[in-house]
T-cell receptor
Framework: KAGVTQTPRYLIKTRGQQVTLSCSPISGHRSVSWYQQTPGQGLQFLFEYFSETQRNKGNFPGRFSGRQFSNSRSEMNVSTLELGDSALYLC??????????????FGPGTRLLVL | GDSVTQMEGPVTLSEEAFLTINCTYTATGYPSLFWYVQYPGEGLQLLLKATKADDKGSNKGFEATYRKETTSFHLEKGSVQVSDSAVYFCALRAQGAQKLVFGQGTRLTINP
């Protein structure tokens, strides 16, 4: 079974621009979660989508948004980029049933550098 | 709120040494507990998990036991290899929730 894929793997943008990252979950997984990883703040939860609906949201400004398509693929968008948005953005997929055995599987990440 | 605390790194060991990385958590109810590993330039890989008290998760020689009484999930390996060099993250997922809460990560370096 193919794993979680993320595109692109690397991005360089300048302040004020916007960016869209893409995530394709494991086949059969309906939940997609996004995390931001930085050296200073570690791994922080951005949001989670299930059946095309945002089900959970972390504590990030409205510049960070996402969506999920009917095939469970997800995109996240960051508008008006700031230097502090430079990070590794990780996508994780899971079945989404919330049971004790529920496990998230991560993609390789998209490394975003904002200049 | 829920939180995870890992031992401070970095940790440097010689090959074949015994490894322990401490992890304690704060959460209500019965969270599920995980260890993930991150190799340079890669995403997170699930190493092992445990979903109820006294469960032992194991994989690739690594083990961790869910201790409810001490709210701990320490990672152990009897004999480490150079290929185990990576960053290790302890994480919890609260009952009924989707969000993972991570510790700060522990960088492990194994010298030959």
């Amino acid at each position: 079974k193919a794993g979680v894929t993320q595109t692109p793997r690397y991005l360089i943008k300048t302040r004020g621009q916007q960016v869209t990252l893409s995530c394709s979950p494991i086949s059969g997984h309906r939940s997609v979660s996004w995390y931001q990883q930085t050296p200073g703040q570690g791994l922080q939860f951005l949001f989670e989508y299930f059946s095309e609906t945002q089900r959970n949201k972390g504590n990030f400004p409205g510049r960070f948004s996402g969506r999920q398509f009917s095939n469970s693929r997800s995109e996240m968008n960051v508008s008006t980029l700031e230097l502090g948005d430079s990070a590794l953005y990780l996508c994780a997929s899971s079945l989404g049933n919330g049971g004790a055995e529920e496990t998230q599987y991560f993609g390789p990440g998209t490394r975003l550098l904002v200049l | 709120g829920d939180s995870v605390t890992q031992m401070e790194g970095p940790v440097t060991l010689s090959e074949e040494a015994f490894l322990t990385i401490n992890c304690t958590y704060t959460a209500t109810g019965y969270p599920s507990l995980f260890w993930y590993v991150q190799y340079p330039g890669e995403g997170l890989q699930l190493l092992l998990k445990a979903t109820k008290a006294d469960d032992k998760g194991s994989n690739k020689g690594f083990e961790a036991t869910y201790r409810k009484e001490t709210t701990s999930f320490h990672l152990e390996k009897g004999s480490v290899q150079v290929s185990d060099s990576a960053v290790y993250f302890c994480a919890l997922r609260a009952q009924g929730a989707q969000k993972l809460v991570f510790g700060q990560g522990t960088r492990l370096t194994i010298n030959p």
